[in-house]
Each structure stands twice: as structure tokens, then as C-alpha cells.
T-cell receptor
């Protein structure tokens, strides 16, 4: 199993540009989520999905869109990039949604918005 | 609101020193707590987790953590650190699938 994969690893955008961060998992996990990591703030939840066709907002959803058309993929879209979205983005997945579930993280995408 | 707090932002130790990283949480219900580690340039990996039962939890690479309900704490310990333990450590509370992370503690181990 490849686990959780993310592309690209690094991206530079100009303010106002849009892009999609890709996330895929091959573990047949129902639950997937996106976090952003900023210095001194840990990781914060952006959006999550409990299954194909179902998504919901996390703690910091503004400026981001998600969709879940398949179990495997959970892309994150930046509609109009802003410097405040400069961050490292991690995708995670777990077999089910639940407090006892272990979530597995991808390698991250480092995004710089100029 | 639920929250997780890690007391130490940056800890510097020499090899063979003992380690204790603090983690406190704020949550009134049943807790499921995790410690993740992020080695330089890598993704987060699970060190250990607590669901219920024995409050002393053992994880990978010689790490352990103790859940003390009365103190709302879940501190991470290792009796003797190695240079390879240099990493950032995150404590997290799992609330229905949503992980609430602490700020992280950067550990630097000097050879």
C-alpha cells in the first residue's frame, strides 16, 4: 500500500491564482480530512469527509473548497490564493470516523503564496 | 471549547537525558488522546494513543505516556533520548474524528 499520497510536494502561487491540492489513499478509508500546519499553531482542520459525496467544514474552512467523488480521492481547492494561505497542508485518512480511530497522514504539500 | 496545550515550545537535551513533554487538554467527555511525531521533512507518524484502560500507554521507539484524568494531562516520556529523536512532537485529542492539536514541541537532541 502507498498509504496517503499528496501532490504536489511544493507549490508557489501568486495572489489570486487558484489551484488544487491532490490527496489519495489506497487503504479503503471512509474518513478523510485536510489540515494546515502553521508555526506555533499546530495543525488545524480545514475540511473533512465521512464518505464519498459527504463533506463538512472544519475549524478554518474559509477560502477552501473540497469534494469527494470517490472513496480514494479528496482534493482541496484554493479558489483565490492569498498570502495568509501560505502553509503546509496535510491530508489524513482513517478507516472510520470516530474518536478511537487512528488517522494516517500524507507527506504534505508546502504552499507559498506571493 | 475543546483545546490542547503543550507547555514547551522548544526543548534541547543531550543524548541519554530523560524526556518529558507536557500536554494538557480541555474536554469534559471521554477522551481519546494521541501523540504524533514529525521528523524533519517527513509527515506525521503515530507514536502512541490512549483510548481507555491502563493509563500508562507504551508506544514505538521506547516512548510512553501517562493519562492522568484528574490533571487533564497526557505527558510523553522517554527515559533516554537519542539524536534520532530530534523532531517535532504533537499531542492531539480526537473528538469524533476531528483531531485537535496542541501547538507542538520541537525537540533537539545534541549528540
Amino acid at each position: 500500500n502507498a498509504g496517503v499520497t499528496q501532490t504536489p510536494k511544493f507549490q508557489v502561487l501568486k495572489t489570486g491564482q487558484s489551484m488544487t491540492l491532490q490527496c489519495a489513499q489506497d487503504m479503503n478509508h471512509e474518513y478523510m480530512s485536510w489540515y494546515r500546519q502553521d508555526p506555533g499553531m499546530g495543525l488545524r482542520l480545514i475540511h473533512y469527509s465521512v464518505g464519498a459525496g459527504i463533506t463538512d467544514q472544519g475549524e478554518v474552512p474559509n477560502g477552501y473548497n473540497v469534494s469527494r467523488s470517490t472513496t480514494e480521492d479528496f482534493p482541496l481547492r484554493l479558489l483565490s490564493a492569498a498570502p495568509s494561505q501560505t502553509s503546509v497542508y496535510f491530508c489524513a485518512s482513517s478507516y472510520l470516523r470516530g474518536s478511537g480511530e487512528t488517522q494516517y497522514f500524507g507527506p504534505g504539500t508546502r504552499l507559498l503564496v506571493l | 471549547a475543546q483545546s490542547v496545550s503543550q507547555h514547551n515550545h522548544h526543548v534541547i537535551l543531550s543524548e541519554a537525558a530523560s524526556l518529558e513533554l507536557g500536554c494538557n487538554y480541555s474536554y469534559g467527555g471521554t477522551v481519546n488522546l494521541f501523540w504524533y511525531v514529525q521528523y524533519p521533512g517527513q509527515h506525521l507518524q503515530l507514536l502512541l494513543k490512549y483510548f481507555s484502560g491502563d493509563p500508562l500507554v507504551k508506544g514505538i521507539k521506547g516512548f510512553e505516556a501517562e493519562f492522568i484524568k484528574s490533571k487533564f494531562s497526557f505527558n510523553l516520556r522517554k527515559p533516554s533520548v537519542q539524536w534520532s529523536d530530534t523532531a517535532e512532537y504533537f499531542c492531539a485529542l480526537n473528538q469524533g474524528g476531528k483531531l485537535i492539536f496542541g501547538q507542538g514541541t520541537e525537540l533537539s537532541v545534541k549528540p
